[in-house]
Structure formats: structure tokens, C-alpha cells
């Protein structure tokens, strides 16, 4: 199957961003990944991506596949051509060190600023953390991120504002909120509001984005929930948008009264 792939590539030393196009004609079976290793190997030795479990575990091999960003190790070639023409870039929101490799010291900077590990409980004497399916059920999902950064490349609210968690850490805080044995429960719900969670604009990219099924948005929408139960407020609401006043601001609509209802 012939087809060609179009990759955003950056020079580290020239700092020169541009596209290159490689024409291929391989197995029509191939996932993106795959394709990209034929490219390295066999046609141009100096593309540079990152990679390494090929299962869908590592979440290494996340790119922006036709504006999207996806896990390519995890998707068939054939079935993403536009027009046969395959398009990659690399992560957005991220800085590019070299092509498709860019540096995601920022989410991980993300996931320590939000304490997104256990702080336990000291455990019962004589006895372990007794946990009922019921509550691991309640953060089973969350524990199959992969930290691919997908969720956090494709989400707007990240990119507007430089203070958002980012999806993928507000799933992870989700998590350990609904864990008993954690010891941080009520400043783990402050922390969401250090990380402007009601900057969520509801889009649901982040659950196109996730390869692993995972709904970041609905775990956003459950933390507001229990930060406004926890006494603070969604900034949003104090006003309507921009406009101070609500709704009073638009003046006379001609017979509508916008506060009516």
C-alpha cells in the first residue's frame, strides 16, 4: 500500500521547525509506530521519536496524528490516512527537543505540585489496610493512566491557562481522594482549586484523547462537586462570562426579558 507521511520535524541547532514528507509503500497491517520505525530504518536515520513498550503500557509513543493526539503504537496506519496522506507532529503544550520527542518535564512537575502520590494513613496495628471492592472499584479506572499526556496536549483549558493541572492530574488526584487510606483527603480537594479546575470547558477532548478509555472530564466535573461541598466556589459563576452584571448588562432585548427564566 503506497501512501506518505508528512512529520513535523524541529533542529535543535538550527532551532528550524518544518514539515518532511516520506513517500512509503508498505503493509497496509502497520500501526503508525511501526511505519515511523520503517521510516528510521530504512529511509531516514535521522528522524527522532520516542518509544518503547509497543503494547500500549509506557505511554511513550503519544503524538498529534492528523491534529489529533494519539497513541501511535496503538493505531493502524491505513485506517488514519487522510486523502493517503498521513500527518505527525509532536505533542502540543510541550517544548520540542528534537522532531517527535518533546520534554514533558512540565506534566511531571504537574503530578509533584498536586502531591499526586500516597500520603497513607498510619496503618491499623496488627492489621493491614482493610479495602472493600465497592471503594477500589471507585479509583480502579483512574490507575490505568499511562501518563501518555495526550488528555493535556489536546485540552484548551491548558493551553489558556498556565495554572490548570491538566486532565491527566486531576484523574490521578480523583484517585487518591477515593482512597481510604490516604491522609491528605480535604487538602487534596484545596489543591484542585490551586490548579483552576473550574478553567474546564466541559469540551471532553481529553476522553477522545486518552487511548486507555479513561473519562478525565467526568473526574473533573465529581472534584468541582466536592470543592464547592468543601466551602469554595466556582469563580465562573460570580459574574456571567465577561460581563460583570449578568445578564442585566445586554440591556433591552426588544421584549425578552433574559432573566426570566
Same mark, same amino acid.
Given at each position: 500500500?503506497?501512501?506518505?507521511?508528512?512529520?513535523?520535524?524541529?533542529?535543535?541547532?538550527?532551532?528550524?521547525?518544518?514539515?518532511?514528507?516520506?513517500?512509503?509503500?508498505?503493509? @497496509?497491517?502497520?500501526?503508525? =509506530?511501526?511505519?515511523? @520505525?520503517?521510516?528510521?530504518?530504512?529511509?531516514?536515520?535521522?528522524?527522532?521519536?520516542?518509544?518503547?513498550?509497543?503494547?500500549?503500557?509506557?505511554?511513550?509513543?503519544? +503524538?498529534?496524528?492528523?491534529?489529533?493526539?494519539?497513541?501511535?503504537?496503538?493505531?493502524?496506519?491505513?485506517?488514519?490516512?487522510?486523502?493517503?496522506?498521513?500527518?505527525?507532529?509532536?505533542?502540543? /503544550?510541550?517544548?520540542?527537543?528534537?522532531?517527535?520527542?518533546?520534554?514533558?518535564?512540565?506534566? &511531571?512537575?504537574?503530578?509533584?505540585?498536586?502531591?499526586?502520590?500516597?500520603?497513607?494513613?498510619?496503618?491499623?496495628?496488627?492489621?493491614?489496610? =482493610?479495602?472493600?471492592?465497592?471503594? @477500589?472499584? %471507585?479509583?480502579?479506572?483512574?490507575?490505568?493512566?499511562?501518563?501518555? +499526556?495526550?488528555?493535556?496536549?489536546?485540552?484548551?483549558?491548558? !493551553?489558556?491557562?498556565?495554572?490548570?493541572?491538566?486532565?491527566?492530574?486531576?484523574?490521578?488526584?480523583?484517585?487518591?481522594?477515593?482512597?481510604?487510606?490516604?491522609?491528605?483527603?480535604? !487538602?487534596?480537594?484545596? +489543591?484542585? +482549586?490551586?490548579?483552576?479546575?473550574?478553567?474546564?470547558? @466541559?469540551? /471532553?477532548?481529553?476522553?477522545?484523547?486518552?487511548?486507555?478509555?479513561?473519562?478525565?472530564? &467526568?473526574?473533573?466535573?465529581?472534584?468541582?462537586?466536592?470543592?464547592? %461541598?468543601?466551602?469554595? /466556589?466556582?469563580?465562573?459563576?460570580?459574574?456571567?462570562?465577561?460581563?460583570?452584571?449578568?445578564?442585566?448588562?445586554?440591556?433591552?432585548?426588544?421584549?425578552?426579558?433574559?432573566?426570566?427564566?
Amino acid at each position: 500500500m503506497k501512501y506518505q507521511v508528512k512529520i513535523k520535524r524541529y533542529n535543535p541547532t538550527t532551532k528550524e521547525n518544518y514539515f518532511q514528507t516520506y513517500d512509503v509503500d508498505l503493509d @497496509e497491517k502497520l500501526t503508525i =509506530l511501526e511505519t515511523l @520505525e520503517y521510516i528510521k530504518n530504512h529511509i531516514d536515520p535521522t528522524l527522532t521519536y520516542r518509544a518503547f513498550c509497543k503494547s500500549a503500557i509506557c505511554g511513550s509513543c503519544a +503524538m498529534v496524528v492528523n491534529g489529533q493526539s494519539k497513541l501511535t503504537c496503538k493505531l493502524n496506519t491505513k485506517e488514519n490516512l487522510i486523502d493517503g496522506v498521513l500527518v505527525i507532529e509532536p505533542l502540543k /503544550q510541550f517544548d520540542v527537543i528534537k522532531d517527535l520527542v518533546v520534554n514533558q518535564d512540565k506534566g &511531571f512537575d504537574i503530578l509533584k505540585k498536586s502531591k499526586n502520590f500516597m500520603i497513607p494513613k498510619t496503618p491499623p496495628k496488627d492489621s493491614e489496610f =482493610l479495602i472493600l471492592p465497592k471503594e @477500589e472499584a %471507585s479509583y480502579d479506572k483512574q490507575t490505568e493512566c499511562i501518563l501518555c +499526556m495526550a488528555c493535556y496536549s489536546d485540552c484548551p483549558a491548558s !493551553e489558556s491557562d498556565e495554572k490548570y493541572f491538566g486532565p491527566f492530574a486531576f484523574s490521578k488526584m480523583l484517585r487518591f481522594i477515593n482512597d481510604s487510606r490516604d491522609s491528605i483527603t480535604n !487538602e487534596r480537594i484545596d +489543591m484542585t +482549586m490551586d490548579g483552576n479546575i473550574f478553567s474546564c470547558v @466541559e469540551c /471532553q477532548a481529553c476522553i477522545i484523547a486518552c487511548p486507555k478509555g479513561l473519562t478525565p472530564q &467526568f473526574d473533573i466535573k465529581t472534584l468541582q462537586t466536592k470543592a464547592m %461541598s468543601q466551602g469554595h /466556589q466556582n469563580p465562573n459563576m460570580q459574574s456571567f462570562g465577561n460581563f460583570g452584571g449578568g445578564f442585566d448588562d445586554f440591556g433591552d432585548f426588544g421584549g425578552f426579558n433574559p432573566n426570566g427564566f
